[in-house]
């Protein structure tokens, strides 16, 4: 039997590169010179999409491929997929979930540590000779027992907060409804509300065309010149000019952030500020998750083939 045609819209590591290929004619979108003529060469035969979280699959490309079936996103969030665009042509949509939630939450919670307690700048004050020449380090503020906020709380968000509670934080939450499993935790629907009550604002929320700039000037002005936002969902979570105008006035005191606009090219504003951690949207990125991910793309992708249930579907 002929293997199936996949285009890849963007790199996946090694492993999952030669498993793909051991099952499927993989068509690399992302080595392609002329990306347009590359999709209309390949059009007759592909049949899946396997893609990444933020690369997702506009309704462009799946209007391109006539034989298109399912699309197996790399990632939990599938907001770059264009959904409406699947469902109207039967497409199959996949993610994964689950296999990155701890990593997720772990890389929340550890931003922000680095940020409130100022670790980056304090490799820099060992290494740049300043701890000699200066002395004491400048005074950071404490984590454990303050007030947190987290916006969404799904299984990520849930994860970050349960992981707070090992700091004795005060920790509330914001979602569309109370959720039942929110033991200790102080429900608060108004996100606006919800900042003001908190000095380290999580947004763990997925991503929709609902959620768009959820975090807007009012939300970090309540959260304030001595609070801190950290984003580890998607960058279209927050109104990034708001976010940037007050980072820059002083209404906020602090961010940290592993998704940007245009990510991998963000606003130079944002390196410009010293009161910002910035990461490579790298939530996930471990060996153990991302392995696990790529597995679970696959799963998908050979579930849907066989005719068998797929394992994670979105649609
Ligand atoms: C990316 C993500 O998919 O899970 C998501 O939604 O955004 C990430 O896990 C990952 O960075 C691979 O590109």
Redesign the pocket.
């Known amino acids: 039997m002929s293997k199936p045609d996949i285009l890849l819209i ?1 790199p996946y590591p090694e492993w999952d590169l030669v498993e793909l290929e051991a099952q499927y004619t993989v068509h690399k979108l992302y080595e392609a010179a002329d990306r347009d003529a590359f999709i209309r060469d390949n059009a007759a035969t592909i049949r899946a999409i396997a893609t ?4 997702g699959a506009s309704a462009e490309i799946i209007a391109a491929l006539p034989k298109l079936e399912i699309i197996s ?6 907001d770059a997929v264009n959904l409406d665009a699947a469902r109207n042509r039967g497409i199959r949509v996949t ?2 979930p689950d296999v ?1 939630t701890n990593d ?1 939450a772990d890389l929340g919670v550890a931003m922000m540590l680095v940020q409130s307690r100022g670790m980056i700048g304090a490799e820099t004050w060992v290494r740049d000779g300043s701890w000699e020449a200066k002395g004491l380090y400048p005074l950071k503020r404490r984590v454990w027992g303050r007030k947190a906020g987290v916006l969404g709380l799904g299984r990520i968000g849930f994860e970050v907060a349960k992981r707070l509670k090992g700091f004795d934080m005060d920790i509330a939450y914001s979602d569309v409804t109370e959720k039942s499993y929110a033991d200790g935790m102080t429900y608060i629907a108004d996100p606006v509300e919800l900042a003001r009550h908190a000095d380290f604002l999580f947004v763990t929320l997925a991503a929709s065309a609902a959620t768009r700039h959820i975090v807007n000037a009012k939300v970090i002005e309540a959260l304030g010149p001595e609070g801190m936002l950290i984003n580890i969902s ?1 960058a279209s979570n927050i109104d990034e000019d708001a976010l940037l105008a007050a980072l820059e006035g002083g209404k906020l005191g602090s961010a940290a952030l592993d ?1 940007f606009e245009g990510e991998p090219k963000l606003n130079p504003r944002f390196l410009a500020l010293e009161n910002v951690l910035v990461q490579p ?5 471990t060996v153990e998750t ?1 392995k696990a ?1 790529g597995k679970l793309v696959r799963d998908n992708l050979a579930a849907h083939f066989a005719g068998a249930t797929l394992p994670t579907p979105v649609i």
């Open positions: 963007g990444r979280g933020e690369l996103v790399y990632g939990v969030g599938f993610n994964t990155l997720v998607r998704v949207h790298h939530a996930s990125g991302r991910m």
